[in-house]
């Protein structure tokens, strides 16, 4: 069975940094590109990026370019996100889903994580 | 970036009822790749429909997805209980792949 497990819950403070992970199982890790998606509170869905965990090739939606840093360690079939400064505009559900295509970058996401849920305040 | 923009924003009915969710890109979304998602209150999304028309596993075939182009359909044939949630099109034929904004279908 596919599944994808994200960490959990995080409180912060502005300007701390912070890296959530998202670890799959069941399937062949470094052949499918993993996604992240933001949702912020009451909003859409918001995709920022993927990763290849075979060679860590990594794409960014613009938006979020430089903003946050995506990577995978396939040694551990898990992909992460983070923030080296969070601003209180990231707080936010933020998950991971895995695209449905084996090898392909365009694709939908097929099997999500729970989500991470990230809150910032002071 | 493609723009999606999804109609109406929120869609009120009653179960057994017929629902059509419209999604409009900016761009012509090449080879159909556009998909469909649900998500529940609390939940992840769910894949419903991926290249435009074709139903992912386990979907129930009262979901269908039509269109090319630039316009999209998902229509929900006889509403159950369950299928009220919020819906989302996305679409990955050039990145960066994007969203809609959503359609809350409520009971009515």
């Known amino acids: 069975e596919v599944q994808l497990v994200q960490s959990g819950a995080e409180v912060k403070k502005p300007g701390e940094s912070l890296k959530i992970s998202c670890k799959g199982s069941?399937?062949?890790?470094?052949?499918?590109?993993i996604g992240w998606v933001r949702q912020m509170p009451g909003k859409g869905l918001e995709w920022m990026g993927i990763i290849y965990p075979g060679d860590s090739d990594t794409r960014y939606s613009p938006s979020f370019q430089g903003q946050v840093t995506i990577s995978a360690d396939k040694s551990v079939n898990t992909a992460y996100l983070q923030w080296s400064s969070l601003k209180a505009s990231d707080t936010a559900m933020y998950y991971c889903?895995?695209?449905?295509?084996?090898?392909?970058?365009?694709?939908?996401?097929?099997?999500w994580g729970q989500g991470t849920l990230v809150t910032v305040s002071s | 970036e493609i723009v999606l923009t999804q109609s109406p924003g929120t869609l009120s009915l009653s179960p057994g009822e017929r629902a059509t969710l419209s999604c409009r890109a900016s761009?012509?979304?090449?080879?159909?790749?556009l998909g469909w998602y649900q998500q529940k209150p609390g939940q992840a999304p769910r894949l419903l429909i991926y290249g435009a028309s074709s139903r992912a596993t386990g979907i129930p075939d009262r979901f269908s997805g039509s269109g090319s182009g630039t316009d999209f359909t998902l229509t929900i044939s006889r509403l159950e209980p369950e299928d009220f949630a919020v819906y989302y099109c996305?679409?990955?034929?050039?990145?960066?792949?994007?969203f809609g904004q959503g359609t809350k279908l409520e009971i009515k």
């Open positions: 996305q679409q990955y034929g050039r990145p960066p792949s994007s």
């Open positions: 889903a895995r695209n449905a295509k084996v090898g392909a970058t365009q694709s939908a996401f097929d099997y």
């Open positions: 069941g399937y062949t890790f470094t052949t499918f590109w």
């Open positions: 761009q012509s979304v090449s080879s159909s790749y």
